[in-house]
């Protein structure tokens, strides 16, 4: 492959690509675009993405994360039919969430994007809302033509709450990461219906409300961080059926009464769940809900203390007081009587 050809551009090398901010779709000779990966990651590029982009009609993998652009999401990408990774992580995207039925991972983190998200625009993520299959198949990120050099290629988002880089991966693993941005309202319930979901990150936003009790039928997902947000209610029993969990974040909400216990979400520390006031019960105390940690003593009355002299000498005097207050009546009453017999 010749240094200067598309591909070489939109792929990550031993040294970041040479783009402008003006930088334009790369286009074979014949003015179509053949590229099934573009990995721009983590380079300083700006302005908007190309509206050419979508002349690249076998593209799957788009990777522009880290980086400058400042642009609404690119919700004209969706007429790409084989698009199923999009990674716009840590760029300044604002407005609303389109959507796109054939994406498998989608991380829009640490952007500005806003607003609710509505039920009916998550029903349109096909692709996660399949059962898992157990084909084996995966997506490569490399070149596998064999009259052509080897140029090996990567993604990289958050997984389990490490960033990781993937070479290849199952076509199972399904990703949503909308954390660190200004979303709010309630999350949906339709969340449920994702039941291929591996991970689920809405950490950082103005979620309100409560948790929903259909994430509970979501039996692949393996991490859930709905941290930082202003999630009220209860932690719903359903929750314990997700037995595939490893990484639960429920910290830094509004949310209140027992945590319930299984033997899954026994196996989180209290920091899945600070910072809610309302909470109670293992991990972040061994104490049942309703019960005070300290358990007031008796008092007991030390007779030594000089304040219990002063108080038996107090008595002592007031009461010794009042029997000579009635002594000296009693005398006085006496000698009255005599007096008066007398006379």
């Not at 609404?72 to 999009?86: D, N």
């Not at 979303?183 to 949906?188: A, H, S």
């Not at 979501?218 to 999630?231: G, K, P, R, Y």
Request: proline fraction near 7%; include cysteine.
């Amino acid at each position: 492959m010749a240094p200067n050809s598309p591909l070489h551009q939109a792929g990550t090398g031993s040294s970041p690509p040479a783009i402008t901010p003006s930088w334009g779709s790369p286009r074979p000779r014949d003015g179509s675009c053949a590229l099934k990966t573009i990995d721009l990651h983590g380079n300083k590029i700006e302005g908007q993405l190309p509206r050419g982009l979508s002349n690249c009609s076998d593209l799957e993998v788009l990777d522009i994360g880290s980086n400058r652009i400042t642009d609404t999401f690119p919700a004209w990408l969706r007429r790409l039919p084989k698009l199923s990774i999009l990674l716009l992580r840590s760029n300044q995207f604002y407005g609303t969430i389109g959507v796109f039925p054939s994406l498998q991972i989608i991380d829009l983190a640490s952007n500005n994007f806003s607003g609710v998200l509505r039920p009916q625009w998550l029903k349109q993520f096909k692709s996660m809302m399949a059962e898992s299959n157990s084909s084996g198949e995966t997506i490569d990120f490399q070149s596998i033509n064999p009259y052509e050099p080897l140029y090996q290629y990567s993604v990289g988002f958050m997984y389990k709450g490490i960033f990781m880089t993937f070479e290849r991966m199952l076509t199972t693993v399904t990703v949503i990461d909308f954390s660190n941005n200004r979303l709010e309202g309630n999350i949906p319930e339709s969340f449920g219906r994702h039941v291929s979901l591996r991970v689920l990150n809405l950490s950082h936003n103005a979620f309100s409300g409560k948790i929903p009790a259909q994430l509970g039928s979501m039996t692949d997902l393996e991490s859930l961080d709905l941290s930082c947000n202003q999630l009220s209610g209860e932690i719903l029993q359903g929750l314990t059926d997700l037995t595939f969990l490893e990484l639960l974040n429920l910290s830094n909400n509004y949310l209140v009464r027992k945590i319930p216990q299984s033997r899954q979400l026994s196996t989180f520390d209290s920091s899945s769940f600070g910072g809610n006031a309302g909470l109670c019960g293992p991990p972040l105390s061994k104490l049942p809900c309703g019960a005070s940690p300290y358990t007031p003593s008796p008092q007991v009355v030390d007779r030594s203390s000089p304040h219990h002299v002063d108080v038996v000498l107090f008595l002592f005097i007031r009461l010794g007081f009042g029997v000579g207050f009635a002594a000296a009546i009693v005398v006085e009453w006496n000698r009255v009587s005599r007096w008066r017999v007398r006379t």
